[in-house]
């Protein structure tokens, strides 16, 4: 659907008007508002801490204990996307008003941002001997411009005043980032393998009282084999969003 242009005489779809979708509420759009904006400075804060930490150090190795601490804390704060999820008539709220933003996945935003958290505290958290490998930076920084852009590009949908910059952004870095991101995961979770079977971390063995077992190492191979349907969904499903809404864009320029 496209906008007629300002000062035009095209009347074609005038006689019935569209019907609009029910948007947040002031104190719904408040609240997104102030969360994309805080996450989106919080991510900034993430990427000036690499930038300096590379610049002081003149090494790329070893960036992540300089920005440990925040991406834990802002990375964790994505659960809270999940939970405005699962609420009623958050898809909504998280989609813009205007034209052409198409809302995302449910499953596939919770598989994303549930992966990450886990791969933040169950994996680089809990095995430090994976900390200092170069697989972490390639997922932090990955990460961290996408994030960046995309709550960015919910601020500015909710204020109504999205540029076409952020908007082609968030529907085009994706292409790279994404297998950019998932590469560092799956080399991350690899790396600690060895260290998970040989501690046994998180692992339960029989015998015990509750007469329950957990391999923690087999749970992370497994992990990493559902990689194998899961990203190509939401890859696909991010090429279709970006079909849509540049398509969209287009169409609205050539009137």
């Not at 802002?74 to 699962?86: D, R, S």
């Amino acid at each position: 659907m496209s906008a007629p242009a300002m000062g035009t005489t095209k009347t074609a779809h005038s006689d019935v008007a569209p019907k609009k979708k029910r948007g947040p509420g002031a104190l719904a759009t408040a609240y997104l508002v102030i969360y994309n904006v805080v996450m989106t400075a919080g991510w900034l804060v993430i990427a000036v801490g690499l930038v300096r930490a590379y610049l002081v150090r003149g090494s790329y190795h070893g960036l992540y204990f300089s920005i440990e601490k925040p991406l834990k804390f802002f990375q964790t704060g994505a659960l809270l996307e999940v939970i405005q999820y699962i609420s009623s008539n958050v898809m909504i709220m998280l989609c813009s008003p205007a034209p052409g933003i198409v809302p995302s996945s449910v499953v596939l935003t919770g598989f994303q941002v549930l992966s990450r958290v886990f791969l933040t505290w169950a994996v680089t958290h809990s095995v430090r001997e994976v900390q200092s490998e170069d697989s972490v930076l390639l997922f932090v920084s990955a990460w961290t411009i996408t994030e960046i852009i995309r709550y960015s590009f919910y601020t500015f949908s909710l204020l109504n005043h999205l540029p076409y910059l952020i908007k082609w952004a968030r529907y085009t870095f994706f292409l790279v980032l994404y297998p950019m991101g998932v590469t560092g995961e799956l080399l991350t979770i690899y790396a600690a393998l060895p260290y998970v079977q040989k501690t046994g971390l998180y692992s339960v063995t029989l015998p015990n009282k509750y007469n329950f077992s957990f391999d923690y190492y087999t749970f992370l191979i497994l992990t990493m084999v559902s990689y194998i349907p899961l990203f190509p969904q939401l890859y696909f499903h991010m090429m279709r969003q970006r079909k849509k809404v540049l398509a969209h864009v287009e169409e609205y320029k050539t009137e």
